[in-house]
């Protein structure tokens, strides 16, 4: 396999409308994330570092499965994945060649765009302000008709303030960072990251960049990143926004979300969602976080379903405030109603991942189980870290139910430290009724401050062993005992 970029390349790739950045393993598509599985993203990276020369078959498939004995198949897929995805025909030569017997060549024109250093980058002077106007209120329209992002009501009405900073081009970065930032799916959130960071480079004093930046940060440890890596950089972010204005609602709320699911330091949580509101009572992130991130772990469902009421009302196009609507009837144990709620938002948008995943499992305690297999399927496909294997056998009954999910759930590998996603590995054995490895995976997740444990007392899932001694250990240690 090729090896990753560094954390923090400073480089990334355009040809054509994509753009390609290696550091947070992201192709974009005209600011839109195009969705490829890890092997593909990296067979197209070898590729375009290399744009213009013959690569062989032999020589890509050691540099991308160095360490696996694999086919030339499998690097045809691959080639064919990327030529799909970049809007080709599976023979398509505008940007991949095939050199008959002997290999690949990427053949469009590259440009690379170094990015400076954040610390010393400075505001670029704006070119054609007129155009770059016209672009943000473009962007920020097209934001608004699909339901990805609601301009915070206390930004509305600031003119040519433009969100905190004096820079169209930041501000412009930051509208698309939301749109990334609320589609809540891994690549999404690293397109997020990349976004803010560019505003913080064009405006190194946007406050609300920075705590956008945290948002991203913290919610990325919920999905596939481990917490010691982004806990780090959201605090960073955090106290940064908070350094920059004291007043920040938004950077009150990114400090109030590291200290509940990271930290477990729920008097801090309470303080910070609190001054936050205080500050800003119309900000719906942080009635939306105060009601998923604190009541819900503290067992107080009906302030929880409170807030989210409230958040809902300040920013009625929001799909993720809506699904988590329905995920607070679901620790409610009201699966009916959960289910509605998941099922108006796919109506609104079929291709959001978190109402697809949280209505498989509403399906699931229902004991709907074709249902449950066919929700957890569409989230996997709509994910491009996932391959989606065919369902084996019946799902008619739980045994086959469980026969079909365990292609789709067994973690790939034992837990370990430094591991992500070691609470989605616990919730995966506890749906394929393994007990003693559901539990051995939650303590290496409370080893690794996992942030999923937050709703360990809340989450159906593990009603089944919530009288293991265990188990009641785990949650008093952190916290969240009912």
């Known amino acids: ?14 040809f054509g409308p994509f753009r390609l950045v290696p550091a947070e393993r992201l192709l974009l598509r005209d600011k839109h994330v195009v969705h490829l599985t890890p092997k593909v993203f ?7 570092e290399h744009g213009g020369r013959l690569l062989s078959k032999r020589e890509l498939l050691g540099l991308i499965w160095r360490d696996t004995v694999v086919e ?16 080709g025909s599976d023979d398509s030569r505008e940007y991949v060649e095939t050199v008959p017997k002997l290999g690949y060549r990427f053949v469009a024109s590259v440009r690379t765009e170094e990015q400076p250093d954040h610390s010393t980058a400075a505001v670029r002077k704006l070119v054609r302000p007129a155009v770059l106007a016209l672009s943000v209120v473009l962007t920020a329209l097209l934001g608004l008709h699909q339901g990805w992002w609601q301009v915070p009501q206390r930004e509305r009405g600031l003119g040519t303030d433009r969100g905190h900073t004096a820079s169209l081009r930041a501000y412009q970065n930051y509208l698309d960072g939301l749109g990334s930032l609320n589609q809540r799916t891994d690549p999404s959130l690293r397109a997020a990251i990349f976004y803010f960071e560019r505003a913080i480079e064009q405006d190194s004093s946007y406050a609300l960049a920075y705590a956008a930046l945290a948002d991203s940060y913290v919610l990325l440890g919920l999905y596939n990143m481990s917490s010691q890596e982004v806990r780090p950089m959201a605090q960073i972010a955090a106290m940064k926004a908070v350094q920059l204005d004291s007043t920040s609602a938004e950077a009150h709320t990114a400090l109030a979300a590291i200290d509940a699911f990271y930290d477990w330091d729920w008097l801090a949580a309470r303080k910070e969602f609190e001054r936050a509101l205080q500050l800003s009572p119309d900000y719906p992130l942080a009635h939306h976080w105060y009601g998923v991130a604190y009541w819900v772990p503290m067992g107080s469902y009906d302030q929880a379903l409170a807030q989210l009421t409230q958040a809902r009302k300040l920013d009625s196009q929001s799909l993720i405030i809506q699904t988590d609507v329905g995920w607070v009837y679901y620790v409610m144990r009201e699966y009916d109603r959960a289910i509605v709620e998941y099922d108006s938002v796919i109506k609104r948008d079929a291709n959001f991942l978190p109402a697809h995943y949280m209505l498989s499992l509403a399906y699931e305690r229902l004991g709907q189980y074709a249902q449950a297999l066919s929700e957890l399927r569409t989230s996997r496909r709509l994910n491009s870290t996932w391959a989606v294997p065919s369902p084996p056998g019946s799902v008619e009954n739980l045994t ?8 789709l759930l067994t973690p790939a590998s034992a837990p370990g430290e430094g591991q992500p996603g070691l609470y989605a590995g616990a919730l995966a054995y506890m749906r394929l009724g393994e007990r003693a490895r559901a539990l051995l995976w939650l303590q290496f997740a409370y080893r690794q401050r996992d942030p999923g444990l937050v709703y360990l007392a809340a989450d159906p899932v593990f009603d089944g062993v919530r009288n293991d001694p265990s188990f009641r250990d785990l949650t008093r240690r952190v916290g969240v005992v009912h």
Not at 1 to 14: G, L, N, V
Request: with cysteine; proline share 7%.
């Open 400 to 407: 086959g139910y469980r026969s079909a999910l365990r292609s």
């Open 42 to 48: 990296d067979t197209l990276v070898v590729l375009v």
């Open 1 to 14: 396999m090729t090896a990753p970029a560094s954390p923090r390349s400073p480089r990334h790739y355009e």
């Open 72 to 87: 030339e198949n499998n690097l045809t897929q691959a080639i064919c994945a990327i030529r799909k995805a970049l809007g």
